[in-house]
């Protein structure tokens, strides 16, 4: 998956409007060569703004540099653009996850320093859930269906505000960025929850550890003395993630896609949940239009949770291979409560088609992504054995 970042002047297109800017062109061109993608829209300052804007907006008379991002100005500006970006990549199941920037004097992270001056021009607890709400609709509106991500910043700097925006997130399927674990220090000593929430709230919500950037080492991987190896096994521990971003620039970034490979083989096998299919046994023989229970057992041997409900999905093949039926299910417990390093046992009712002929057919079990962008998207599930289409043969079944 290959992920980008770019002020927001950047998305302004040579003609006027967004068309033809340089972000949604290397957008649409991985996309057009297969790649999964994703993307954050930033502003640190008036700079990174377009020309017409930074007049429009107001800045902060103790800091010059920094924006008043919820004026309406800069609100509506932004708005158009997202508007416009959902519209466009919104419905293709290979926008893997939107990050929603766009605020705060470091990289779209959600971060105001000196924070007394925003405090001066007006950002109390109120302003800053409002102003998270207001981001976190626009998205969720633009993007109804990718995964949404934004700084844990968003949180710690929420104060007395902080369960509301929490339970906002959570509310919109929001998940939460961490930038270097918490802003460090790695691992001597750990912030406390209310600065660093990542550790306690990974359990409700997914979560992006971004360890990239202009570090130095091995593709800015090197922080404080700590390794790649070091600095995955800390935040696999701490942040449990659900995604990875690496890299600093392209350059980079393709460099460690050569160099890194195996480690990132290695690590990429415990990223996020990651599904085993231990066993499976269901009657040999059912009538159709009845109902019956597929029992089965599966592991996750990954370091997160699932945090959604995939359904299952059985086939019937007939004898030629082509298939006659399908029956979804939704596994009990849901898929979400399949907790990281565990077994579960999981019982699935499902109802045989009242117009399947009798019969011997081949039944195949596979778990469905749900994803409505692409509704035949299945779960990579990490057990061998899976056809082209992700099912697993379970064996013969008679229909009467």
């Given amino acids: 998956m290959v992920y980008t970042r770019h002020p927001r002047r950047a998305w302004d297109g040579p003609d006027g409007g967004f068309e033809g800017s340089a972000p949604l062109a290397l957008l649409e061109d991985w996309m057009a060569n297969g790649r999964h993608v994703a993307f954050r829209i930033y502003a640190n300052g008036p700079d990174?703004?377009?020309?017409?804007?930074?007049?429009?907006?107001?800045?902060?008379?103790?800091?010059?540099?920094?924006?008043?991002?919820?004026?309406?100005?800069?609100l509506e500006d932004h708005r158009r653009l997202v508007e416009f970006l959902g519209a466009r990549l919104?419905?293709?199941?290979?926008?893997?996850?939107?990050?929603?920037?766009?605020?705060?004097?470091?990289?779209?992270?959600?971060?105001?320093?000196?924070?007394?001056?925003?405090?001066?021009?007006?950002?109390?607890?109120?302003?800053?859930?409002?102003?998270?709400?207001?981001?976190?609709?626009?998205?969720?509106?633009?993007?109804?269906?990718?995964?949404?991500?934004?700084?844990?910043?968003?949180i710690a700097k929420a104060w007395s505000k902080r369960q509301e925006v929490f339970a906002l997130l959570r509310e919109n399927d929001v998940g939460i960025r961490d930038d270097g674990l918490g802003g460090w220090p790695f691992p001597e000593r750990s912030p406390s929850a209310g600065t660093w929430p990542v550790p306690v709230r990974w359990t409700e919500a997914p979560v992006l550890f971004e360890g990239g950037g202009e570090g130095g080492g091995v593709y800015g991987w090197t922080l404080q003395g700590k390794q790649p190896r070091q600095i995955l096994d800390w935040a696999f521990e701490q942040a449990h993630p659900s995604y990875v971003n690496i890299g600093g620039s392209a350059t980079a970034s393709a460099a460690a896609g050569r160099e890194m490979a195996d480690l990132l083989v290695e690590y990429g096998r415990r990223l996020g949940y990651r599904f085993v299919l231990l066993s499976a046994a269901c009657p040999r023989k059912i009538g159709a239009g009845r109902s019956f229970v597929l029992d089965t057992t599966w592991a996750n041997r990954g370091v997160a949770p699932c945090y959604a409900d995939r359904p299952l999905e059985l086939s019937f093949s007939d004898a030629d291979g082509a298939v006659a039926a399908k029956a979804l299910g939704?596994?009990?417990?849901?898929?979400?409560?399949?907790?990281?390093?565990?077994?579960?046992?999981?019982?699935?009712?499902?109802?045989?088609?009242?117009?399947?002929?009798?019969?011997?057919?081949?039944?195949?079990?596979?778990?469905?992504?749900?994803?409505?962008?692409?509704?035949?998207a299945s779960v990579a599930i990490a057990s061998e054995g899976a056809d082209a289409e992700g099912r697993f043969t379970l064996g013969l079944i008679h229909v009467r």
């Fill in 48 to 74: 990174d703004l377009p020309a017409p804007l930074r007049g429009e907006v107001p800045t902060l008379s103790d800091a010059k540099d920094d924006i008043q991002y919820w004026a309406d100005a800069y």
């Fill in 90 to 154: 919104g419905g293709s199941p290979l926008l893997a996850y939107v990050d929603i920037g766009g605020v705060g004097n470091t990289g779209g992270e959600w971060h105001f320093s000196p924070r007394e001056a925003f405090i001066a021009d007006g950002l109390d607890d109120e302003t800053h859930l409002a102003l998270v709400r207001a981001f976190v609709l626009m998205y969720r509106k633009a993007f109804p269906h990718a995964r949404l991500f934004i700084s844990y910043e968003v």
């Fill in 330 to 376: 939704s596994p009990e417990p849901r898929t979400s409560q399949w907790a990281p390093g565990g077994t579960v046992r999981v019982r699935t009712e499902f109802r045989l088609p009242e117009d399947l002929a009798p019969g011997r057919y081949v039944l195949k079990l596979r778990m469905l992504l749900g994803d409505p962008r692409d509704p035949d």
